[in-house]
Nanobody
Framework: VQLQASGGGLVQPGGSLKLSCAAS????????MGWFRQAPGKQRELVAS???????IYADSVKDRFTISRNDANHTVFLQMSSLKPEDTAHYYC???????????????WGQGTLVTVSS
């Protein structure tokens, strides 16, 4: 099972960007999905998460600016980012709690990261 993130790039302050992360492989179901970020010199932090039942959690710093969503038909999680600030600059990583086929144990899977740079 792999996660492939995409959608990062350079955006001006106040702009918007949408990240996508697709899971591939032999998957029965995915429980929680989320986005984390890590800025240079800082620890990785949770940005947002979403459960299979669509319950969401957001970091205080992104509430009312970012929206997480998912499409279970193609095992994809999205992060719509608006009103971006320079302090949102970081590598963004997707994460999923995946139940592979032929397994009774969920696996914690990480994507490779996509860089978001907010700068004028």
């Amino acid at each position: 099972v792999q996660l492939q993130a995409s959608g990062g790039g350079l955006v001006q302050p106040g702009g918007s960007l949408k990240l996508s992360c697709a899971a591939s492989g032999n998957i029965i179901t995915i429980n929680d999905m989320g986005w984390f970020r890590q800025a240079p010199g800082k620890q990785r932090e949770l940005v947002a998460s979403i459960t299979l039942g669509r319950r969401t959690i957001y970091a205080d710093s992104v509430k009312d600016r970012f929206t997480i969503s998912r499409n279970d038909a193609n095992h994809t999680v999205f992060l719509q980012m608006s009103s971006l600030k320079p302090e949102d600059t970081a590598h963004y990583y997707c994460n999923a709690d995946v139940l592979p086929t032929h397994s009774s144990t969920y696996r914690d899977v990480w994507g490779q990261g996509t860089l978001v740079t907010v700068s004028s």
